[in-house]
């Protein structure tokens, strides 16, 4: 049972930014983003994720000194990262261990800058001597058999998502409710970068749409016409890389106005934008159609529709929102992320007991003694 002074490190990297915080029960006792600038990246260009490492952890550790914690990373008692593209798993707290070390180093999954998350907290945990921890990565994978079937065999759905934020904001709301989040039906809608609408019934996601489909985000195209894209693809005018870059990471806003920032483009239909205030438009359509979709999941039987994310400070996009979905289910709103607070309470909840920590192998049905750490420490590599 941990102390109440206790404090935890958790570390959330991004594409252009690592926020990072110290927290302990109390809350935040410290809160940062470091941005990372065009020019500082490009020197990472066609390397791998982990190539980046070392840079982010040395700028985590000159805030962390900046701020009054020079004393290392031995004041924590425990260090959690963003969980990045692993195998699918169940929600909940995983230790980060060799087995999962490897899989992020041999990125299976797909690069992403969350996959820096465990390698990150790792880094700072083996200096402090303690272990590293992720909490629901996005391949948290819950939804019901029938979410799974596309129309060909050849392809299915996979959950790769927000999961979680989009857990901690239905938890959330369920607290506040003084109900258990396992008796709510809820539509959440996670808005940032990428756009996750899911569908929440008996305390979990059983559906959602995935970085690959439903709605378009700042920089991502969502789901596109299939068979305009494979003429694309064969096109010879893109090779997979350009391509894929094409619908995640330059779509979107991006691809039709030049800016990821929603505030630039809500400034542009002030000023009488017409092709701003289509795309804009365009935008919450979709992320409302979604949000219809996930209803007929629930059999229209919801409880409330959650609007996360960063986009959920603008109040014009929540203003359309509520025009389109109101009729379906009273609409609560939680502006930004909340996810360096949910790595913390998912910490907290291990070094409590309240929750065991989960392996990464384990989840996936390998025994348990396939999970030896072939001379390597658990909390840290040597």
């Not at 935040?28 to 791998?48: M, N, S, V, Y």
């Not at 959602?208 to 700042?218: A, L």
């Not at 709103?333 to 790595?343: M, T, W």
């Not at 989840?363 to 840290?380: D, F, K």
Request: aromatic share 6%; charged share 25%; glycine share 12%.
């Amino acid at each position: 049972m941990s102390h109440e002074s206790d404090r935890v490190l958790v570390i959330n990297p991004g594409s252009t930014s690592t926020k990072f915080g110290i927290y302990t029960r109390h809350g935040a006792e410290l809160e940062q983003t470091i941005l990372h600038g065009d020019e500082e990246l490009e020197r990472f260009k066609g390397r791998p994720m982990v190539a980046r490492l070392d840079y982010r952890a040395a700028l985590i550790e000159k805030a962390l000194e900046a701020a009054g914690f020079a004393g290392g990373a031995g004041q924590f008692a425990a260090v959690a990262g963003r969980g990045g593209m692993l195998p699918s798993v169940p929600c909940g707290t995983y230790l980060v261990d060799d087995a999962m070390v490897d899989e992020l180093h041999v990125a299976r999954k797909g690069e992403h800058a969350s996959n820096l998350g465990a390698l990150l907290a790792l880094k700072f945990a083996h200096a402090g001597g303690v272990n590293a921890y992720i909490v629901d990565p996005v391949t948290v994978d819950e939804w019901q058999p029938v979410a799974r079937v596309t129309g060909s065999p050849l392809v299915g759905r996979t959950s790769i998502g927000h999961a979680l934020n989009t857990k901690a904001v239905a938890k959330r709301f369920a607290q506040e409710q003084d109900r258990p989040y396992d008796a709510l039906r809820l539509i959440v809608a996670h808005m940032g970068s990428g756009i996750t609408v899911s569908a929440h019934e008996g305390g979990r996601t059983i559906d959602s749409n995935t970085i690959e489909e439903g709605p378009f985000g700042p920089d991502r195209t969502g789901g596109l016409p299939v068979r305009k894209l494979i003429k694309l693809c064969f096109s010879g005018m893109y090779n997979e890389k350009q391509l894929d870059r094409m619908v995640f990471g330059e779509g979107g806003l991006f691809a039709y106005l030049g800016t990821r920032d929603l505030r630039e483009v809500e400034r542009r239909m002030d000023l009488g934008d017409a092709e701003a205030a289509l795309i804009f438009e365009a935008m919450v359509y979709q992320i409302a159609k979604e949000a219809g979709a996930m209803a007929v999941v629930l059999s229209g039987q919801v409880d409330a529709l959650l609007l996360t994310g960063g986009m959920a400070h603008s109040e014009r996009v929540v203003s359309r929102l509520r025009e389109r979905l109101e009729w379906i289910a009273p609409l609560r709103i939680y502006p930004g992320e909340n996810e360096l607070q949910a790595l913390a309470e998912g910490v907290f909840r291990v070094l409590d007991g309240v929750e065991r920590a989960k392996r990464l192998r384990e989840e996936e049905g390998v025994p348990a003694e396939a999970m030896a750490t072939r001379g390597r420490l658990v909390i840290g590599l040597e």
